[in-house]
Structures are given as C-alpha cells and as structure tokens.
C-alpha cells in the first residue's frame, strides 16, 4: 500500500484520545456514567434542559467521585494491579459502552420529560433539546471533576507534609479527613455565609419596597391605615399587598346578590414590633380595634417565608362568608420559603405557636355563643409553622372550627405523624387515618367532595398532590426508597419513577424550583382547589357545590405570584 497521510493522523488521534482518557479513573467513569444514566430518569416534575443538565453534570462529578474513591481504597487494600492486558480489554468495552449507554439514555430522558410533562399538562418539549442538555452536563460535569481533582492535589500535597512526621498510613487517613474538613468549611462557611448574605440583603431591599399598584389603604379595618396600631410602612413588602388587595364589597354583592361586609385583613410585620411576642400581641389589639370578634369567621392565617399569602385561598374564604371575615396573619421572614426552611425554620414555628396563642387566648375569653368561628390555615412553609401550635390532632380540633393545610412540607411534625400512623392499605401520597372521621387528606376537588357523609367537625383538610417536591423532599431520600415510590402511586406521577441513591434527592431537590410552574392541580399549585377545600373544611350555611363551581371561576382567573 502507498503512503497514506490519514492513517498517521488516525493512529496520532488514537494516541492521544488514549493518553488523554488515561489520565482519569476507571472505575471513576463507569460510575460517572451509570449516575449519569440515572440522572436522566423522570422524577415528580418536567425539567427545562438547562436544569436537567445541572443535575446531570451534578450526578455524573458525583458517580465520578465515588468510583474513583472506591478504586483507590481497593488498591490501597489489595496492594496489587490488574494485569495490562486485562486493563486494555476493559478500557475498550468502557470506551464503547459507556458513551452508548449515556446517549441512550439521553434520547430515553428526552421522552421520559414528555410523558412528566404529559401528565401535568404541559406541551411535549422540541427535540432539540436532548443536545443542549448533553452539553451542558458535560461542562458541568468537567467543572466539578477538575475542582476535585485540585482537591485531590491539595490532599496529596498535605499527605506529604504529615508523611515527614507520621508513618504512611495514618498520613492517609489524617489527609483524608483534613481534605474532608476543608470542603465542609469551604461549601458550608465560605460559599454558604456568602450565599446567605448576599440574599439577606437583596430580600431585605424587597420587603423595604411596595409592588406596583398598591396604595395604603384608607379602611379602619385594614392594618396599615391611618387609624392602625401597625403602621404602613413596618408591614413589609408582601404585608402591604396583603392589606391592600382582597375583593372590595361592590365585588362580593356582585357574587352573592346581597349587601356585604368590608372584610378586615390584621397583619403585623417584622418592624411592626420587636419580637415575635410583640407582633403577636399587635395582632390581637388590630383584631379589637377593627371589631373583628363580632365577624362569624376568624381566619388565622400563617404566612409563607416572604411572609406572603396565597390570594386564591384568602379571597375565597372572604367571597364565601361575603365579607364577614377577619383574618390575621404576622410576617416573621423576608426571605423565600426553601431559604426559611434552611435557616428561619425554628423562627416560623415560633411564629405559628406565637399567633395562635395570642389569638386564641383573645378568642376563648369570649362568650361561645358571641365569638366567631375559628379556624386556621396554612400553605408550604405556613402550613408548617401553623401546625407547631397544635400537639396532635386531637388538640387541633379541640381549639379550632376547623383547619386548611395545604402542600405541608416533608418535616412538619404533625403531618408526619399522621401519615406515618395512616389506616393500612392507604398509600403515603394520599393517607387514611382512622378512617377519615376528623382528618382528610385530598389532591383534587373530587377526593375533596367524595363521600363527606362520616367526615366529623371539627375538619382538618390536608391538600397536597402526588406531584409536589416540597410535601415530598426529604434528606433521607438520598439513601431510603420513600414509601409514596414504593406503594401504588399518585395519578400524575410517572410509572418510570425508580428510586436511586443520591440521583433521585437532587432530582426532587430541582423539582422545588418548579414547583409553582406547572398547572394547577400539579407539583405546589393548589389555587384550583380553594373553593371545595374551603366548602368542606366550614361548610357554610346555605352553600352549594354550584356556588362553588362559580367561584372557583373567578379564583381560576388570579395569575399566580
């Protein structure tokens, strides 16, 4: 044969790629690539491609990490190599099988997010978007290998040093653990204390700030006017607009045909008083001041982490009793829910025990037959900071009319421990206790309206779907198949769900971050829902399920915020 220029470009190629591929571990890749895989896999919520990406770059440094941890402590103990015919023959099959497998899977991924999005609603994505996720986990993946591998050149460097004090072994071992130290103080002090203060104050800025098209209102029965305890400008960004908006008596007579009352809306914020205590009791006295005991409902409402309140919910409460309402809520965060949860939980139990106290303390000194009735009611993180007040469920329904809890995140004790104690047979997503007579947990208007005949008041009223990451993310998921996976699942959960150690964590962990964009009815979306969970949980007099097909139409029409 002739000189073939090409063939010595190839060959100098082979050469290459091989010596480049040398430089990482084996068992490294092939973990890399099997975590890659299952990176892929559907969870509760459609990813967009550049998330997917993170979380596959994420899962592919990780699988890395771990299998070239696990070669390295099988050499450290054997002490000994495989022969170099045997490590050729499995670099060929890897080189082979694992880019397959990763494409497969990819193309797998790309069908698998249709279906997820299928089943919540959603247009299918372009195809496209399979290649923009296999670049971006691959920048990813890159970026986080090699911060580790300067890692693992810091620890070798430190190895070193104690080598010349101790004896090998225990230089090792002492290495390894200041290596571990180091990262810890690096994610969790550096990284962490900068992340934490910089939304400190970006959050800070925002509550010192008003949203457009909200005025002080001029109401004596809305905190934040001029006759208030609790001044405009203490209330906070999501108090202004809590204060500010709701439907008007022109809108609640045009609902029910007769003459309303202008509903009264108490909210203390953090400038508002200097604790908790305080805020609590500046609650009460707005409660007196605006005559909000002689309403036939009084709502304690617990705010999420803003200190936000979802409108869909309070209006609705306030269209159904056409005005003669009174609700009472307290900020005790700036910061958004899964930022709280990480470091204002303790502040937003604190917060539900402290309102509820105060508030019931006002309300038990009144008459029985001329106090209104009271109820409770919470969304996400105010859901759990709302049920810190009670013991159990028998205190809820001894102090309370009735309660409203809806997507109550994974860590809240009293949600737990009824779902733990569930009837036998019932599946976690959507629990049975004792039979359903005081406490009833529902995903859609029809669980909710389903057979109410042996439902006893008072009634606790648990709204969540199968599809929620926030009712659903737990720590212990990185390691312990969770029982709402194992057992018959919810509707709008995908077949192809399989549990994983560590993937399927970060996979709900990024499906926290959609939860609120997907349709109602899905992931933490709840709107569509307010009017039935409403009806049922106080059942007002005179109500029907068309008065609440109505209302629920002018509840559909709010945008979400």
Known sequence: ??????????????????????????????????????????????????????????????????GTGFSSLVRWLFQRELPASVKESAWRGLAIIAPAFALLYLWLGYGWQNQVRELVGEPPYPSRHFILTLITSLLIGLLLLYAGRGLRRLGRFTQRQI??????????????????????WVVSGVFGNFFFT???????????????????????????????YAKWDTLGYQGRTFVAR?????????????????????????????????????????????????????LIANTTGTGWLEPQSIDTLEYMYNGDTAIAAMQYS???????????????????????????????????????????????????GGQAAFSGVNGMRNTVDGALLVGTPNDTE???????????????????????????????????????????????????????????????????????????????VSPNVTWYPFVTFWQITIDQIFGVQVPAGHGHNYGNTAAASWAAVTQPEGWTDEKSQKLQKIIDSYAIE
């Not at 669980?447 to 709204?463: C, F, G, H, M, T």
Request: hydrophobic content about 40%; charged content about 20%; proline content about 7%.
């Open 334 to 384: 700036y910061l958004p829910s899964w930022i709280s949860f990480l470091v204002d939980k303790d502040k937003a139990t604190e917060n539900g025990r402290n309102l509820f106290d105060a508030v019931y303390g006002a309300w038990a000194k009144l008459p029985a037959d001329h106090r209104p009735k009271l109820y409770t009611y919470g969304l996400s993180l105010g859901s759990f």
């Open 246 to 298: 709701g439907p008007n008596v022109k809108q609640l007579s045009e609902f029910s045909g007769q003459p309303a009352k202008e509903t009264i809306r108490v909210y203390a914020g953090l400038e508002s008083a200097d604790d908790s205590e305080a805020r609590a009791q500046l609650v009460v006295k707005e409660l007196e001041r605006t005559h909000a005991f002689d309403r036939k409902v009084l």
């Open 414 to 492: 009293l949600w737990r421990n009824v779902t733990t104690h569930r009837d036998p047979g019932s599946p976690e997503w959507q629990p049975v206790y004792q039979g359903g007579v005081g406490v009833r947990f529902a995903a859609t208007n029809q669980d909710i309206n389903a057979s109410q005949e042996k439902w006893q008041q008072p009634r606790i009223l648990y709204v969540q779907h199968g599809s929620d990451p926030i009712v659903w993310f737990n720590f212990a998921n990185m390691f312990h198949e969770p029982d709402w996976l194992r057992e018959p699942r919810a509707p709008d």
């Open 1 to 66: 044969m002739g000189y073939n220029p090409n063939m010595k470009y190839g060959a100098r190629l082979v050469r290459r790629t091989k010596r480049w591929a040398q430089r990482f571990s084996y068992g490294g890749l092939a973990l890399g690539t099997l975590f890659y895989c299952f990176s892929l896999m559907p969870s509760l919520l459609p990813r967009p491609w550049f998330f997917q990406g993170i979380l596959s770059g994420i899962s592919l440094a990780i699988g890395y990490g771990l």
């Open 198 to 228: 910089v939304t400190d104050k970006m959050f800070a800025q925002k509550n010192n700030t008003t949203a457009a098209g909200i005025n002080q209102p001029k109401s004596p029965d809305r905190s934040g006017s001029p006759e208030s």
């Open 163 to 184: 080598d010349k004090l101790l004896p090998r072994r225990v230089s090792y071992t002492l290495a390894g653990v200041l290596m571990v130290a180091f990262v810890i």
